[in-house]
Nanobody
Framework: DVQLQASGGGSVQTGGSLRLSCAASGFSFNKYAIGWFRQAPGNERDRVACVSSKDGITWYADSVKGRFTVSSDNDKNIVYLQMNSLKPEDAAVYYC?????????WGQGTQVTVSS
């Protein structure tokens, strides 16, 4: 079975850090773009970061630039999202997505709560 497993969410105070993981099983990240998205209650699901497993090129939403870092460990088939200097507005359910020309897979969400 093809699966993406997101984990690492939790509750932190403003200024804290969390590292989310997105692990794949049943397929290889090679040639996929892995994206991290988040969705807060009442809001749309927005992409916050992504990385190309092929060449390591990354992209960040303006709201997280300089605070979040996305990285890919192709040997382990895991993509990480290091989140530093967290703000209350970062609180959301975070999802990972693996996409290529012929397929797209979503993982289940992991909750991030940031208290002020």
């Amino acid at each position: 079975d093809v699966q993406l497993q997101a984990s690492g969410g939790g509750s932190v105070q403003t200024g804290g850090s969390l590292r989310l993981s997105c692990a794949a099983s049943g397929f290889s990240f090679n040639k996929y773009a892995i994206g991290w998205f988040r969705q807060a209650p009442g809001n749309e699901r927005d992409r916050v970061a992504c990385v190309s497993s092929k060449d390591g090129i990354t992209w960040y939403a303006d709201s997280v630039k300089g605070r979040f870092t996305v990285s890919s460990d192709n040997d382990k088939n895991i993509v990480y999202l290091q989140m530093n200097s967290l703000k209350p507005e970062d609180a959301a359910v975070y999802y990972c997505d693996a996409k290529t020309l012929w397929a797209e897979y979503w993982g289940q969400g992991t909750q991030v709560t940031v208290s002020s």
